[in-house]
């Protein structure tokens, strides 16, 4: 990864969740995605197992959320009552999945499985809303250095099998990009973490929204449709993230 680096090229390491209340959000999120609760501090708290990019920091935020989730999971269930018994609600069961909302996580869209093709690890993707999805997806196919997928409707990076770590990128599942009418507005409560050089980022196109400080020890940067992600040197911890 480091001859890489001055590409702008990163390695997924982390998803984070911006949420209301700690608790009621690891009661949701911990059953839902198959996590266990590995630490918990004032403003943060984690969820994970095993894997390491398995890891899902819950960041307490103070503002509540205002519009649709621009950035949402998707994510394999046994049945839609299993969601519904931890308090989210049907939106939509009109397609082949159903979309919920609950009061922590906001939108999010469960796809049915057959007991054989559920892992323990619940998330089966990440759906990014975009203006120009093809645009979007292409430069964090070469920030991912792996191929951008696309089936005439819709655009999207693979993830490694069964739920594990992809070799090149990281990414334990898929990375969707979805065509929306509508323009970003707010800050996005759901933003994933990558390891690389902030310096070659930049130079690829990022916008630098936060340098590293005695506070954090990352750096917050947005995509070139203005999606929040954060950048830590390869090998550094993650220690949940604030508001950019």
């Not at 209301?20 to 949701?28: N, Q, Y």
């Not at 922590?104 to 809303?129: H, I, K, M, S």
């Amino acid at each position: 990864m480091a001859d890489d680096h001055g590409a702008g090229r990163v390695r997924f390491k982390d998803l984070c969740v911006d949420v209301g209340d700690l608790d009621a959000a690891a009661a949701f999120f911990g059953p839902l995605l198959g996590l266990e609760q590995q630490e918990r501090r004032d403003a943060v708290l984690l969820l994970g197992d095993d894997v390491a990019e398995h890891a899902v920091w819950l960041n307490l935020v103070p503002e509540p959320r205002t519009v649709k989730n621009r950035v949402h999971l998707d994510v394999d269930v046994a049945a839609v009552d299993d969601v519904l018994a931890l308090d989210a609600r049907v939106l939509d069961a009109s397609q082949p999945w159903t979309v919920l909302t609950q009061d922590q996580a906001g939108e999010l869209c469960v796809f049915v499985r057959p007991p054989d093709r559920l892992r323990p690890y619940r998330l089966y993707e990440l759906v990014v809303d975009c203006a120009d999805p093809w645009a979007v997806g292409a430069w964090w196919a070469e920030r991912f250095g792996v191929e951008l997928q696309d089936d005439g409707e819709v655009v999207w990076l693979d993830g490694g099998p069964d739920g594990r770590p992809a070799t090149t990128s990281g990414l334990p599942w898929e990375l969707v990009f979805a065509a929306v009418p509508e323009r970003k507005r707010v800050k996005n409560r759901v933003h994933f973490d990558v390891e690389g050089s902030t310096a070659a980022l930049l130079e690829a196109g990022a916008t630098l929204l936060r340098a590293q400080d005695d506070e954090v020890a990352w750096d917050v940067l947005a995509d070139p449709e203005g999606n929040e992600f954060c950048v830590f040197a390869p090998g550094k911890g993650g220690a949940g993230n604030p508001r950019p």
